[in-house]
Nanobody, 127 residues
């Protein structure tokens, strides 16, 4: 059984940083394309960033470009989302997702393309 578990969320002041982790069991994340999404109440879950299986291709939504970075540690079977220069509008529940059998070198930025999801971690940016 595949499980993705996010951690690292919390309360941070504007301009601060957080690093979210997504640890997997039941699957080897290096075989999956990965994505980070976020959702606020009453809104659709939206893409934050995505990474191809081999890590060579990445995508970031415009609002986080230059501030957020996705990375992998295959030895730990974990994917990260480093978030810098956080803004109040980044407040949301953040989810990681994994896509099985991805095309090589391709990232995926639609939520219906992903097979596995974590439970989410709350990020609140407020002074």
């Amino acid at each position: 059984q595949v499980q993705l578990v996010e951690s690292g969320g919390g309360l941070v002041q504007p301009g601060g940083s957080l690093r979210l982790s997504c640890a997997a069991s039941g699957t080897t994340l290096s075989f999956n394309a990965m994505g980070w999404f976020r959702q606020t109440p009453g809104k659709e879950r939206e893409i934050v960033g995505a990474m191809s299986r081999n890590g060579d291709s990445t995508y970031y939504t415009d609002s986080v470009k230059g501030r957020f970075t996705i990375s992998r540690d295959n030895a730990k079977n974990t994917v990260y989302l480093q978030m810098n220069s956080l803004k109040p509008e980044d407040t949301a529940v953040y989810y990681c997702a994994a896509k099985r059998f991805p095309n090589y070198g391709v990232y995926y930025n639609r939520k219906d393309e992903y097979d596995y999801w974590g439970q989410g971690t709350q990020v609140t940016v407020s002074s």
